[in-house]
């Protein structure tokens, strides 16, 4: 057993984030034990001033689905866009209520199918980008309970060169079915 393959960068381009790039296979099931930072305040905004100054960059339809096993990680779906203007990267994403929002890829190789951190994915207007079950997603670890179906969090989309973009995501259940397989 070796669950350290090196990832292939999918949308490699000419920048070298590939050196911390880390193997999460059973990442659907555990969330790594956080460390120092544990006891941050989640009622402080990390930054009051996040103006979305991202320009023809469009989010579609960001969905949070909660695990269907609580403690679990949940897992947040949406499609970027370029509608004008150069390719662009996302770098991070930022969700309200989550303490850790990690972008991951699963892939299906020989039968087996893993899951990667992504450092970064790159959209364009010919190419956008669909964060969904089976692809690239966005992995949540430690959930507030304040994420609940029916509710908004607001979700922040941070690009290589800076800019942002913030809207709000709906908070849905997962079914059983959909949670028999967990988000990949
Ligand atoms: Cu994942």
Redesign the pocket.
Known sequence: MRPMRSAVLSAALAGAAAAGLLA?GA??NQAPEADASASATPGSAPDPMAPDNAPHVTVIEPVVKLPAVPGN?G?LYFTIQQDAGKANTLAAVHVDGAGRA?M???KTENGVTS?N?VQSVEFSQDQPVEFKAGGY???LFDLASTVKPGKDVEVTFTLANGDKVSTFAKVEETGAMEGMMD??
Request: glycine share 0%.
């Open positions: 999460l990442c659907s990680p897992v990690e991951h890829q699963t899951m951190r997603h966005v992995m988000h990949m």
